[in-house]
């Protein structure tokens, strides 16, 4: 249930990723569900209470067609170290007590900086010229290898050559295309920098990249990028800018340098794809927040050094679910949220006892294991969210299927999914060697499959975008297992699918 300290009116002071303090407030409580706003408040120093009384409501007139800063926020998200409840004071007219929108804690004080950039330091003609693009149409936009048709209002792009844009395959890229997409405020792209960085550093309206197979060197430091996802074997330094708060490595060097401001302090930072192995890159021992996401192993020594680390979330996307070394987290006096994603292999005694421990929420887990839980935190001042737990009997024989998680959202739709995939599973394991007869019975297995999730979505809609990507994910990993190209594998799943 969600905490009974939290009341509807009641106001937190929020500690934000660019240093500052924001303030958010409490709308309505029901169930397992708390709806709150951000407060128009941004200062240097924490707030009192007298100081927030009257403040209106965050409005995001830089996006969202000027939506509240308003969400939902279910039970198992924390509350973030970063937060202090201060008191209460009366909710403004007008505001409702619910939210339609669902997101976790962080997601108000994220919008409190991003609406402060928007109002500070974007120049008024970037901002003159985002609004303009809403009603100017269709542009032709060429980066130098042809030109494309996209709308102006474009959000964004994907120039990695993956994507429907095309670059030059070397050479100079005409970055001023970026000029007729203005409100293009996310970009991926892959490979050697070509002019990226100064690109960015002069169109501080993109705020995120997606940069796959980085060069040794990366420097963003003069751009005003917010979010970074970095991936490359090749990258061994990378210079952040102080305006960044979200951070994505995935299959780095180890030895990959990160110069961030105040070691990382303000930066979330996400290790996609960890595993046992999997180490904090030099520089950022000041990080408070880190996700970990990746295999069916994962090591807590990867977070040992981090002295400062108040929130730690792992997310295991195969089996086990196992956690090594977790004694290692004895050791970080401030750690103070805990959130594990389908540990299936986890036990009651996995985790050591830790005194600045708060919160623990665990999504995905054995049934066999939640008594002992529950009992090993009864009166001990955490506080444990528990869901989507399983009989063991029913995970040994499903802790392989990737659509387990969907007996969460509807025990019989799930249940269905599972069998579906079972069985293609079986099919395309039996698939003769002959190409000729192999390529027809894997089209019809896989065909088969997408039909199945197209009933069980039309008789118990459960198949949201979350669902959506992994039944994409599911059935490439299977058409790869039948040595279908991947072109063709994406198509087919396109064309067939409803959902």
Not at 91 to 102: C, D, H, I, K
Not at 147 to 156: H, I
Not at 238 to 251: D, F, N, Q, S, T
Not at 344 to 364: E, F, K, N, R, V
Request: negative net charge; hydrophobic residues 45%.
């Amino acid at each position: 249930m969600v905490d009974r300290a939290v009341r509807p009116g009641d106001v937190a002071v929020m500690r934000l990723s660019d240093g500052g303090f924001g303030a958010c407030q409490v709308t309505g409580v029901e169930g397992r569900v708390t709806s709150a706003y951000a407060l128009r408040w941004h200062s240097v120093a924490r707030p009192s209470l007298d100081e927030l009384r009257g403040v209106e409501p965050l409005t995001l007139d830089h996006a969202h067609g000027g939506r509240l800063a308003h969400l939902s926020i279910g039970s198992w998200h924390a509350v973030p170290p970063g937060y202090t409840w201060i008191g209460s004071l009366p909710v403004p007219e007008g505001v409702p007590a619910l939210s339609n929108t669902y997101s976790g804690w962080q997601s108000l004080a994220d919008d409190v900086v991003r609406q402060r950039r928007w109002d500070r330091e974007l120049p008024a003609a970037v901002k003159a010229a985002y609004r303009a693009a809403a009603t100017r149409g269709q542009v032709d936009v060429d980066f130098g290898a042809g030109a494309a048709t996209l709308g102006a209002a474009t959000p964004r792009l994907d120039l990695s050559g993956a994507g429907s844009m095309r670059v030059p395959t070397s050479g100079s890229v005409r970055w001023s295309a970026l000029d007729q997409l203005p409100r293009c405020t996310a970009l991926t792209w892959a490979g050697p920098d070509r002019g990226l960085a100064r690109a960015l550093a002069d169109r501080p309206v993109v705020s995120s990249l997606t940069w796959r197979e980085a060069p040794p060197v990366v420097d963003l430091a003069d751009t005003g990028l917010q979010h970074l996802s970095l991936a490359g074997a090749d990258v061994r330094e990378v210079r952040l800018p102080r305006g960044l708060h979200g951070l994505e490595l995935a299959a780095v060097d180890p030895g990959l340098a990160v110069y961030a401001a105040d070691g990382g302090r303000w930066l979330h930072l996400v290790l996609t794809g960890a595993d046992a192995e999997t180490t904090v890159s030099a520089g950022l021992h000041g990080v408070r927040e880190v996700a970990m996401d990746g295999g069916g192993t994962m090591s807590a020594t990867a977070v040992r050094e981090l002295k400062e680390l108040e929130s730690l979330r792992i997310y295991w996307r195969k089996p086990p679910g196992q956690l090594i070394d977790a004694a290692a987290l004895a050791g970080l006096t401030h750690l103070a949220v805990i959130e594990l994603v389908d540990g299936y292999g986890l036990d009651a005694d996995t985790l050591p006892d830790m005194t600045s421990l708060t919160q623990l929420s665990i999504s995905g887990l054995r049934r066999s294991i939640v008594s002992a839980l529950k009992a090993r935190y009864r009166g001990t001042g955490v506080r444990l969210v528990i869901e989507g737990a399983k009989p063991d009997t029913w995970l040994a024989a499903n802790l392989n299927n990737p659509f387990r998680d969907w007996v969460d959202d509807d025990a019989r739709g799930g249940a269905a999914a599972c069998k579906a995939y079972a069985s293609a599973v079986r099919t395309i394991d039996k698939l003769p060697q002959d190409r000729g007869g192999r390529a027809d019975e894997a089209e019809a297995a896989l065909r088969k499959l997408v039909e199945a999730l197209n009933g069980i979505d039309q008789k118990y809609e459960i198949i949201d975008t979350l669902r959506r990507e992994e039944a994409f994910d599911a059935f490439m990993e299977l058409a790869a297992r039948a040595e279908v190209p991947v072109n063709l594998a994406d198509q087919w799943f396109d064309d067939w699918r409803d959902f």
